[in-house]
C-alpha cells in the first residue's frame, strides 16, 4: 500500500470514528488499541490530541505504548503539551512515558506522588 493510500484510509477511518458516540468510541480504541496493529496509530493519537471526551482520551493514552514502535509515537507523546494540558490526563500520561520508556520507573513514581522535580 502506498503512503497516499494509507493516509487516505487513516483518514476514512478517522472520520468514521468521529461520527460515533462517545461510548462506540472508546468501544474501538479498546479494540484498536489492544490489537497493537500500527495502522490504528494515527486513530490513537487523533484521539489523545483532539477527543472531545476525556474518557476516549484516557482510554487511548492506557493503550499506546502498544504502539511504541511507530516512528511518531514517543515524539508525539513528549510534545503532547503543545496540544494539551499533559497534568488533564494523569495518571495515564505519565504511564504511558513510562510503559514507553520515554521516562523511568522512578520517575514516573515520582510524578504520580507529587515528589517529581
Known sequence: ??????????EKLIEKFLAMNADNRIKKIMVYGDSGDLRYYELLKYSIIHD???HAKMAALK????FKSHADCVLMLTSIGEYINP?????????????????TLKEFEERINGTAK
Open 1 to 10: 500500500m502506498s503512503e497516499t493510500e494509507s493516509n487516505d484510509s487513516e
Open 63 to 66: 493503550r499506546i505504548h502498544l
Open 87 to 103: 497534568k488533564a490526563l494523569e495518571p495515564y500520561y505519565s504511564m504511558a512515558l513510562s510503559k514507553t520508556g520515554i521516562i
Open 52 to 54: 472531545p471526551d476525556l
